[in-house]
């Protein structure tokens, strides 16, 4: 297969449709994370389809004082990365090209979602990603946009946007790509130092942590609904010696603080512990949030569930997440 390279919307245009046209949209730098993006196209596209990658660095979703200039543009590794994945096309407009009067004067508006959590930390961001989204939709008429859950807030944004405005293309999600050491796959992680990195694993571990709480919290609550507090059950435990295992499942289902507010706790002590590190990590935040709305939880919440951090170590912002779900059915 050779991947075509394409620089404007008429190109990619003027190219025969058979099947469905599957886009992942990027904006370079392209890693295992992407590459894994790509072959989840191609598989969603099949194979009379059309998977087509954008590489587009978009000024618009980039701070005050944040890193535009400095973003990495690697479009002829990227060009091989895709080509591997299996994308038949890569679409990598100039910013004339996307914006071809300026900055736009009409843009996408992210609503009260997009300013909690990366919206706070950075204001206008998700404006500027939606609105750029929503551009490259209209520029690729795909069928199918896959994302990955790594970004979650601007996945949820994206769905939202989608649904809201009537965009006529579904919307998948593709969970997160981690290296070996837990860190999950981005861009940005080849700013880190080696000692800066042994800081940024803190992330990942503060998750599994959180995760592992969770885990630990709702097989106890299973156990509890599996077996009765009564006084003749109770008697019949403990002749095989379970009456302490029950007696603990039924505390733990029961006990407070519990439930999210326990896995915030779990993740928060290894975030904690990570600030006293030489460098040290800075917590921008740990949220463990609704992913409809990306508002916090409750404790008495039931259903599907965000882990979510962000944080600097050195120079360098990152933010990694954990979907989890609170009240399993039994």
């Known amino acids: 297969m050779t991947t075509a390279l394409l620089s404007t919307a008429d190109e990619l245009h003027a190219r025969v449709r058979q099947g469905r046209r599957a886009v992942v949209m990027t904006m370079g730098a392209l890693h295992e994370g992407h590459a894994t993006l790509i072959r989840a196209a191609r598989e969603t596209a099949g194979r009379d389809g059309e998977v087509v990658v954008t590489v587009f660095v978009n000024p618009l979703q980039f701070g005050a004082g944040e890193d535009l200039d400095r973003y990495p543009r690697t479009?002829?590794?990227?060009?091989?990365?895709?080509?591997?994945?299996?994308?038949?096309?890569?679409?990598?407009?100039?910013?004339?090209?996307?914006?071809?009067?300026?900055?736009?004067q009409v843009r996408i508006s992210a609503g009260p979602m997009g300013e909690r959590l990366e919206g706070g930390a950075r204001p206008g961001h998700f404006d500027g990603m939606?609105?750029?989204v929503a551009k490259l939709l209209h520029l690729t008429r795909p069928d199918v946009a896959l994302y990955g859950q790594?970004?979650?807030?601007?996945?949820a944004l994206i769905r939202r946007m989608v649904r809201d405005l009537n965009f006529g293309v579904e919307i998948v999600a593709v969970p997160t790509v981690r290296e070996e050491d837990g860190?999950?796959?981005?861009?940005?992680?080849?700013?880190l130092?080696?000692?800066?990195?042994?800081?940024?694993?803190?992330?990942?571990?503060?998750?599994?942590?959180?995760g592992d709480r969770h885990a630990a919290q709702e097989a106890l609550r299973a156990?509890?609904?599996?077996?009765?507090?009564?006084?003749?059950?109770?008697?019949?435990?403990s002749a095989i010696g379970e009456s302490r295992a029950a007696a603990d499942a039924h505390a733990v289902a029961t006990a407070s603080p519990g439930g999210p507010a326990a896995v915030r706790a779990a993740a928060r002590q290894v975030l904690d512990e990570a600030a006293r590190f030489d460098p040290p990590l800075h917590l921008d935040y740990l949220a463990l949030v609704d992913p409809s709305d990306f508002t916090e939880i409750g404790d008495d919440f039931t259903g599907e569930a965000v882990l979510a951090v962000a944080a600097r170590v050195g120079?360098?912002?990152l933010i990694d997440n954990l979907?989890?779900?609170?009240?399993?059915a039994s």
Not at 183 to 191: Q, T, V
Not at 194 to 210: C, H, I, N, Q
Not at 323 to 328: R, V
């Open 183 to 191: 860190l999950a796959l981005s861009s940005r992680n080849r700013y």
């Open 75 to 104: 479009l002829d590794d990227d060009l091989k990365i895709a080509e591997q994945a299996g994308a038949d096309a890569v679409f990598a407009p100039s910013v004339d090209e996307v914006y071809p009067g300026g900055e736009p």
């Open 150 to 155: 790594k970004d979650a807030q601007q996945l």
């Open 315 to 317: 120079t360098t912002r």
């Open 323 to 328: 979907p989890l779900t609170f009240g399993a």
């Open 223 to 237: 156990r509890a609904r599996e077996v009765p507090s009564t006084h003749a059950r109770a008697e019949a435990l």
């Open 193 to 210: 130092s080696p000692d800066e990195r042994r800081t940024a694993l803190a992330l990942s571990r503060a998750l599994f942590a959180g």
């Open 130 to 132: 939606l609105t750029v």
